[in-house]
């Protein structure tokens, strides 16, 4: 069925959380547009920090977003805000277990008048694309993101068909569900900059949410009455070309390096982060630094996202299952390992 419509903690924890603090005057474009695009999603969603800061990341870096968490949360609420904020297309497409590659690119046909083949694109040509519980489907309907996600265009019968940019992925999955579902292959996981995992809200969020949408008020109405449009899709192509300017000194450069190899021999994990991690690390560090006014990236700006980029990538041995350790503990502990870099 589809849809159309317009903590990390390691040896820089502190200074970490001080930088993501909204509270900080903006001193270029970037900065001020992260803060007016965070203002407006708060008036329509509540709380889930790390799911704004790294949504908003992996879009001004080019990346898109695993989601993972039960449902209720306001994934879709999310999006469409987000959709409304940026002045973007929204699209959603509910994953089944019978839903087809061609139900997701579109596929050729017969034009009764010409008697001629056309192509008729599918929803995911769209800006910001909701896929929602991705793992319902098998892998050969995963497959059809694939090129979408790493080029931007849908190859049919030999014909490439450029998606719109912006274009964001932010697909979900239930975690405490098994029956019915599929385990993304690694290929497909990779694609993706970031995994965030979405929690139940605080007591104080949660009165907020139950306050704010018990009237039975139509999200349409409002999102067009609460919410302001506070950029464009250009502009935010203009911003992924300035973010992309950010400096990296090479001792920063040689750190990620260092987190990422320290992946591939830490003794929890059965299976390392790749060097598309690094280029995730690389390319979030300097939109965060951009969002905090900065022209350069610090060792901060990779603890900050450094779990939200490994989390996905790494896989623990049978061992650590067995002894009870998480993926985030392990990556914790990893970071805590790696020098950080004087500057």
């Given at each position: 069925?589809?849809?159309?419509?317009?903590?990390?903690?390691?040896?820089?924890?502190?200074?970490?959380?001080?930088?993501?603090?909204?509270?900080?005057?903006?001193?270029?474009?970037?900065?001020?547009?992260?803060?007016?695009?965070?203002?407006?999603?708060?008036?329509?969603?509540?709380?889930?920090?790390?799911?704004?800061?790294?949504?908003?990341?992996?879009?001004?870096?080019?990346?898109?977003?695993?989601?993972?968490?039960?449902?209720?949360?306001?994934?879709?609420?999310?999006?469409?805000?987000?959709?409304?904020?940026?002045?973007?297309?929204?699209?959603?497409?509910?994953?089944?277990?019978?839903?087809?590659?061609?139900?997701?690119?579109?596929?050729?046909?017969?034009?009764?008048?010409?008697?001629?083949?056309?192509?008729?694109?599918?929803?995911?040509?769209?800006?910001?694309?909701?896929?929602?519980?991705?793992?319902?489907?098998?892998?050969?309907?995963?497959?059809?993101?694939?090129?979408?996600?790493?080029?931007?265009?849908?190859?049919?019968?030999?014909?490439?068909?450029?998606?719109?940019?912006?274009?964001?992925?932010?697909?979900?999955?239930?975690?405490?569900?098994?029956?019915?579902?599929?385990?993304?292959?690694?290929?497909?996981?990779?694609?993706?900059?970031?995994?965030?995992?979405?929690?139940?809200?605080?007591?104080?969020?949660?009165?907020?949410?139950?306050?704010?949408?018990?009237?039975?008020?139509?999200?349409?109405?409002?999102?067009?009455?609460?919410?302001?449009?506070?950029?464009?899709?250009?502009?935010?192509?203009?911003?992924?070309?300035?973010?992309?300017?950010?400096?990296?000194?090479?001792?920063?450069?040689?750190?990620?390096?260092?987190?990422?190899?320290?992946?591939?021999?830490?003794?929890?994990?059965?299976?390392?982060?790749?060097?598309?991690?690094?280029?995730?690390?690389?390319?979030?560090?300097?939109?965060?630094?951009?969002?905090?006014?900065?022209?350069?990236?610090?060792?901060?700006?990779?603890?900050?996202?450094?779990?939200?980029?490994?989390?996905?990538?790494?896989?623990?041995?049978?061992?650590?299952?067995?002894?009870?350790?998480?993926?985030?503990?392990?990556?914790k502990q990893l970071l805590r390992s790696v020098e950080v870099p004087r500057q």
């Open positions: 069925m589809t849809e159309s419509s317009s903590n990390a903690t390691g040896p820089a924890t502190d200074a970490s959380v001080a930088n993501s603090s909204l509270a900080a005057v903006p001193t270029n474009a970037a900065a001020g547009l992260y803060t007016r695009i965070s203002r407006e999603i708060g008036k329509v969603f509540v709380g889930q920090d790390e799911l704004v800061l790294t949504t908003l990341t992996a879009l001004f870096s080019g990346g898109h977003l695993l989601i993972e968490s039960v449902p209720g949360l306001g994934k879709t609420l999310f999006v469409r805000t987000l959709g409304k904020v940026l002045g973007c297309q929204f699209g959603r497409i509910q994953f089944t277990a019978d839903l087809m590659p061609s139900d997701i690119t579109g596929a050729p046909i017969l034009d009764m008048k010409t008697q001629e083949f056309r192509f008729r694109s599918g929803p995911v040509f769209t800006q910001f694309l909701l896929a929602d519980e991705i793992n319902r489907s098998p892998a050969k309907t995963h497959a059809a993101l694939l090129e979408i996600m790493q080029e931007y265009r849908v190859t049919i019968d030999g014909t490439s068909h450029p998606v719109p940019r912006p274009f964001l992925v932010m697909a979900t999955q239930n975690p405490i569900e098994s029956e019915g579902t599929y385990s993304l292959p690694e290929a497909q996981l990779d694609r993706f900059m970031f995994k965030a995992v979405v929690n139940y809200p605080t007591e104080e969020e949660e009165s907020r949410v139950l306050e704010m949408h018990s009237r039975q008020i139509d999200l349409n109405q409002m999102l067009q009455r609460d919410v302001a449009q506070v950029t464009s899709a250009e502009e935010i192509q203009e911003m992924i070309q300035k973010n992309a300017e950010v400096r990296t000194e090479p001792k920063l450069i040689s750190y990620i390096n260092r987190i990422v190899r320290a992946t591939r021999d830490w003794p929890a994990f059965h299976l390392g982060a790749s060097p598309r991690a690094g280029i995730a690390l690389v390319q979030g560090a300097r939109t965060l630094a951009a969002f905090q006014g900065r022209n350069y990236a610090v060792p901060d700006d990779v603890v900050e996202i450094a779990i939200p980029a490994l989390r996905h990538r790494v896989v623990l041995n049978a061992e650590a299952e067995v002894e009870g350790s998480s993926v985030d503990q392990e990556l």
